[in-house]
């Protein structure tokens, strides 16, 4: 279905490319716009991974830029919203461990290392992507009980974000 010119790493570089668009159009508050743009980004972390892995062309660039734009934009939008519709205490954490994967990495790599994202921090995502997408529906329907729904969420981003970094070598 994607053409084989499309390469994974074509597909991270989309999503870096995006990242300023998601949040500058949900800064705006053009939810109608913005959500849709959100989970496209998000997205394409799943596709740029199942390509990888089903052609065969898993690289380093990959393995070591990829979760770091998923950081981008995770980061980005709790940055925008978490700290304004949820507990600051919440955003410092979920951008201090996301800072902390970032340096983990960055240290593997300088030793010669590059590791794939483990279960752990597939699920981490997956429940971030999850709660920012909640606060954006709350923003956009009215619906504040969505808020309550996204910190619990991103509660368990943290533990599992814990856990993966456990697995990592921390």
Not at 30 to 54: E, I
Not at 78 to 88: D, H
Not at 153 to 164: D, E, L, T, V
Request: with cysteine.
């Amino acid at each position: 279905m994607i053409p084989r010119w499309v390469t994974p790493n074509s597909i991270t570089w989309l999503r870096f490319f995006l990242v300023p668009f998601v949040v500058y159009i949900n800064y705006r508050g053009n939810y109608a716009v913005g959500v849709p743009l959100f989970l496209f980004a998000a997205f394409t972390d799943a596709v740029d991974g199942s390509l990888a892995r089903t052609r065969d062309q898993i690289t380093n660039f990959g393995k070591l830029f990829d979760p770091f734009a998923d950081k981008l934009l995770i980061g980005s939008m709790v940055v925008l919203l978490v700290f304004k519709y949820l507990s600051q205490k919440i955003g410092y954490i979920v951008v201090g461990l996301e800072i902390l994967f970032i340096v983990v990495g960055t240290v593997q790599w300088l030793l010669g290392k590059v590791s794939q994202a483990n279960l752990w921090g597939k699920i981490k995502m997956l429940l971030q992507v999850l709660a920012v997408c909640l606060i954006l529906l709350g923003l956009t329907f009215g619906y504040p009980i969505l808020f309550a729904c996204a910190t619990w969420i991103f509660g368990a981003a943290i533990i599992f974000a814990c856990i993966s970094l456990f697995f990592h070598g921390i």
